[in-house]
Every structure is written in C-alpha cells, then in structure tokens.
C-alpha cells in the first residue's frame, strides 16, 4: 500500500519560514494536499491539487511538489501556525495521509 | 456554506455496534462523496472509506473490510457510518468530510480530497 512519511516535528522561530516535507514514491505525479490541526479541533484544508490556498487562507502559506516530495511552506510564521499538519494524495482508489508534523513556533 | 454536523459522543462496549450521522448543508448533498475518516488520541488521521449519496456506492479501507458500513438518505442529506464488533483500539473521534474529485480529460480520478469536515464524533469502547 502507498505510504506518505512526514517528520513528527519541525520547529521554527516566529516570523521565519517554516517548511514541512511530506515523502512518497513519485508523489509529484499525484496531486498533494496538506491540512492544519489545532488541538481539539476538526482539520482544516490549507493546500490543495499542490499549491492553490482555499478562500480564507493567509498568503503565507504556500506548496510545492515534485518528484518524489511535496513541501508545505510557511512564510513569516506566526504563534497562531502552531499546529499538526498532515499530507494527502489519492492512490489506487484509497486516501492515504501521512503521519503528521507537530509544528512548534518558539 | 458548507456544514456537517455530526452526531454525539458514544459509549460502548466491547462487541457493540455504534451509527455516527453526518448531516450535510450548504450545497448539493449528491454532488460530492463524503468519506469517513477516525483518529485516536494522540495519533494521526485513518481513512475509514467513502461513499457516494447519489448512487450510493461505497469503498471501504482494507483494514476495515467486513466491519464498516456507509449509508445515506438523500431525503434529510445524511449519511451514516456503522462500525460493528467494536473492541478497545476502536476508540477515537470519528469524522465525516465532503470530498473533492477532480477529473482528467479522459474521466479517470486524478485527485480526491476532503474539503470540508464536521466536527467529529466521540466514540469511546469500554468494559
């Protein structure tokens, strides 16, 4: 079965870049996706089909993907960033997420 | 705008069945799948499985084959998720999602994603 692997953290410090990798076998030829979670609350959608942000989300986020990485960018990183971030992609007909980041803004 | 609201949280015990309904507005109810996705404390997100409310076609994870049925009622836009012979590792919130499928020139699925989640549903196992 496709798997997506992610680092369980990644730190940054507030008003820096932070980025979060999301790892599988040629995952550029899929389409990526990644959400935030913030604790006790539902994901929410903040990348989709790469690099589009859904209405409402703050330009600083950003996504790439190629080859065999996709990469969530955020730029200026604010206290509020503070969350898990999980990737998608769709793959023989199933949906697979990766592991989950815990991004700390310190 | 979009909302899904779920049901509330469940106790069971072990060996029970439990039906979590997820409540659509906001748009079409029969123009976009919804899956169901759990997650345990702690952990990351595990897809359940999906369903479409207009034909009523499912597709079910592997690892919940046998286990998991996905319904609707188009006439109140709900669909339903029943997990049967619960045990303890079963224990998680439990979320509906309105999925996105995206379609390439040929009409093949070149990409599926939720888009919009309800809130989440509580279900504990315990003895």
């Known amino acids: 079965s496709y798997e997506l692997t992610q680092p369980p953290s990644v730190s940054v410090s507030p008003g820096q870049t932070a980025s979060i990798t999301c790892s599988g076998d040629?995952?550029?030829?899929?389409?990526a996706c990644w959400y935030q979670q913030k604790p006790g609350q539902s994901p929410m959608l903040v990348i989709y089909?790469?690099?589009k942000r859904p209405s409402g989300i703050p330009e600083r986020f950003s996504g790439s993907n190629s080859g065999n990485t996709a990469t969530l960018t955020i730029s200026g990183t604010q206290a509020m960033d503070e969350a898990d971030y999980y990737c998608?992609?769709?793959?023989?007909?199933?949906?697979?997420f990766g592991g989950g980041s815990k991004l700390t803004v310190l | 705008q979009v909302q899904l609201v779920q049901s509330g949280a469940e106790v069971k015990k072990p060996g029970a069945s439990v039906k979590v309904s997820c409540k659509a507005s906001?748009?079409?109810?029969?123009?976009?799948?919804i899956n169901w996705v759990r997650q345990a404390t702690g952990q990351g997100l595990e897809w359940m499985g999906w369903m479409n409310p207009n034909s009523g076609n499912t597709g079910y994870a592997q690892k919940f084959q046998g286990r998991v049925t996905m319904t609707r009622n188009t006439s109140i836009n709900t669909t339903y998720m029943e997990l049967s012979s619960l045990r303890s590792e079963d224990t998680a919130v439990y979320y509906c999602?309105?999925?996105?499928?995206?379609?390439?020139?040929?009409?093949?699925?070149?990409?599926?994603?939720?888009?919009?989640w309800g809130q989440g549903t509580l279900v504990t196992v315990s003895s």
């Open positions: 906001g748009y079409t109810f029969t123009s976009y799948d």
């Open positions: 089909q790469d690099s």
């Open positions: 998608q992609a769709w793959d023989s007909s199933t949906v697979v």
């Open positions: 040629k995952l550029g030829d899929k389409y």
């Open positions: 999602a309105r999925v996105v499928r995206l379609t390439n020139n040929a009409g093949y699925t070149s990409g599926y994603y939720p888009d919009s």
